[in-house]
Structures are given as structure tokens and as C-alpha cells.
């Protein structure tokens, strides 16, 4: 089995197409300077003291938020167990004055 190509049609490589190579030397350099841009960007963000001072408050905020909101959980968490469990020693000491032995 041969394949075969109609006359006027270019042959191309398993690889790709017929020119490649400068087409992907372009693309490979047009991405290398992207990326030197970008890492020229991120130097020059990451050294802005303003930057780092909203970034570093950033954190700082975000964690006594979270910290805040959780402490807040907790609180009627372990005010509704303290209240069951008064409520249970009440229900306990009722009960055991309705059984003690002549009253009731």
C-alpha cells in the first residue's frame, strides 16, 4: 500500500507541515520573550513596596477574619452545651426526688 497524491499536490511529512522548522523557531522565541516580559513584570510588582504592604496586610486581615469568624462559631457552640447539660442535671435531680422513697 503506497499513498498516493493527485498531481499538483505537495507531499507533506509525517512530522507536520512541509516547513516547520522556521515557523516553530518563531513561535519557540515569541514565547521565550513572553515569558521574559511576564518574569520582568513580576520583579518588578514583587519589588513595589506598596504592593508587598497590601499583600502582607492582606494576609493579616484575612487571618484575623477567619480566626474571628471561627471564634464565633465555637461560642454558641459551647453556650448550647452548657445549657443541655443544666438542663439534664435539672431533668436528673426532678427525677430523682420523684423516686426517693415517700414523696411522690
Avoid: C, H
Avoid at 4 to 14: D, I, K, L, M, W
Avoid at 23 to 39: E, G, H, P, T
Avoid at 50 to 60: D, E, S
Amino acid at each position: 500500500m503506497t499513498a498516493e497524491s493527485a498531481p499538483g499536490q505537495a507531499r507533506a511529512t509525517p512530522g507536520g507541515p512541509a516547513e516547520a522548522g522556521p515557523a516553530r523557531q518563531s513561535d519557540l522565541s515569541q514565547r521565550l520573550v513572553r515569558y521574559a516580559v511576564w518574569l520582568g513584570v513580576g520583579t518588578r510588582i514583587l519589588g513595589d513596596r506598596r504592593f508587598l504592604t497590601t499583600v502582607i496586610t492582606g494576609v493579616i486581615g484575612g487571618y484575623a477574619l477567619v480566626s474571628l469568624l471561627k471564634n464565633n462559631q465555637a461560642r454558641p457552640v459551647r453556650r448550647v452545651g452548657s445549657w443541655y447539660k443544666r438542663l439534664g442535671e435539672k431533668e436528673l435531680q426532678r427525677a430523682q426526688r420523684a423516686l426517693e422513697p415517700g414523696k411522690g
